[in-house]
């Protein structure tokens, strides 16, 4: 069957599409920047990518940074362990 959310967090996104947040996480098992992200996932606006979803990914702890202390940084990555 469908696996639920494995994490006992489950962030909005996580629920609202949990196919999505699964393939967004094997895909930043490898660290990827925000515009490598924005073109797997084909979405054009980077606001709606950053409110919608790595936002509550990062907050849900699912998604990490490569630079917590420096959010906005330009060198920025995004990963999954």
């Keep these: 069957g469908v696996q ?10 996580e629920t609202k599409d949990p196919g999505r947040t699964r393939e967004i996480l094997e895909f930043c ?11 797997f996932l084909e979405i054009k606006s980077r606001k709606y990518l950053g409110a919608m ?4 990914l990062i907050k849900g702890g699912l998604l990490k940074l490569t630079i917590p202390n420096k959010p906005t940084s330009p060198n920025q990555k995004y990963y999954c362990d």
């Design 4 to 13: 639920t959310c494995a994490l006992p967090i489950c962030t909005q996104a």
């Design 29 to 39: 098992k490898i660290a990827r920047t925000r515009s490598e992200i924005q073109d």
């Design 53 to 56: 979803i790595l936002r509550p």
